[in-house]
């Protein structure tokens, strides 16, 4: 499904990406979410127990085999991708929690998603080797710590990374869109339609029930918009690139297969949700407090 010059592409895009995500941060942005720390819990309930939940939910119901299931776990358990950031701003929600609940989602997401990968394995009785993904995600932390030392330094050389990591999010999808499906469109007209559903459903279920929750802690509704946006919008590209990195030969192929699917399909679900989400009556929101940042 994916070649070694994919591998390679990938590996750079994952790295300009997580670049782009460390550019849009700065220290006193940490400072400011500790002191605020309610929306960032809020996103971190969403993401690392709402979403697991929800990926459990789909392999135990769902008639999936076991390469398939394991794909759509690791799919569960990663933090938000920096997409949600650019459907956030069109959907007219909290960019600055965005922004924060993504970076904080994954740098919890080293401590995290091992613990979580771990309880919900067990439990479905899969084998997925975490040591190798922790070491993944601690790599992956250092192009953020990079992302922030240039902007510390050039707040114009910053925000131009920043956009870069945030448009080439979107542009991994058209890759995959024009590279991966015509290669393995066998495998797409073959799969089962419990495969789609698995793919699809775990975004639009996590973006459904992440706003219900928000929504159910009386948020403002440009928070609730925001929460549910980062909870179901998951990193794609992180998790291709962990299969990619951690498993190998044809193996690989088919636990990368959910991912890549959902990569695909969550910005068509993104989308629709956006425009409901901007026929929002403005007007009275405006009249509401929203103090979450």
């Not at 592409?9 to 997580?18: K, P, R």
């Not at 849009?24 to 996103?43: E, N, Q, V």
């Not at 939940?53 to 799919?75: C, N, R």
């Amino acid at each position: 499904m994916v070649g070694a010059f994919e591998q390679v592409l990938l590996a750079l895009m994952i790295f300009v990406i997580m670049l782009g995500m460390g550019a849009s941060l700065t220290p006193r942005d940490f400072i400011l979410a500790l002191k605020r720390p309610y929306g960032l819990a809020i996103g971190v309930i969403s993401q690392y127990g709402f979403m697991p939940f929800i990926g459990f939910l789909l392999i135990t119901l769902l008639p999936l085999p076991e390469a398939i299931a394991i794909g759509v776990l690791i799919m569960a358990c990663m933090p938000g991708g920096t997409t949600s950031n650019i459907f956030t701003y069109f959907s007219k929600g909290n960019l600055a929690l965005s922004v924060l609940m993504t970076v904080t989602s994954t740098v919890f997401g080293v401590v995290l998603i091992p613990i979580v990968l771990l309880i919900y394995a067990s439990a479905l009785d899969l084998e997925i080797p975490r040591e190798n993904i922790i070491a993944t995600l601690v790599l992956l932390l250092v192009p953020v710590a990079i992302g922030m030392a240039m902007r510390k330094i050039n707040a114009n050389v910053g925000a131009v990374t920043e956009f870069m990591g945030s448009a080439l999010a979107l542009f991994f999808i058209l890759f995959i869109l024009v590279s991966w499906v015509p290669r393995n469109w066998q495998f797409l007209v073959t799969t089962t339609p419990a495969t789609y559903i698995a793919a699809i459903g775990l975004g639009l279920f996590g973006i459904t029930i992440g706003y219900a929750f928000a929504r159910g802690l009386r948020l403002h509704p440009r928070n609730a918009r925001t929460v549910a946006l980062e909870t179901g919008i998951q990193n794609g590209p992180l998790a291709i690139a962990i299969v990619a990195f951690t498993f190998s030969g044809d193996q690989a192929q088919s636990y990368m297969a959910v991912p890549a699917l959902y990569s695909l399909f969550i910005v068509i679900v993104s989308t629709l949700v956006t425009l409901v989400f901007r026929r929002a009556n403005t007007a009275a929101e405006q009249k509401m407090p929203d103090s979450l940042l």
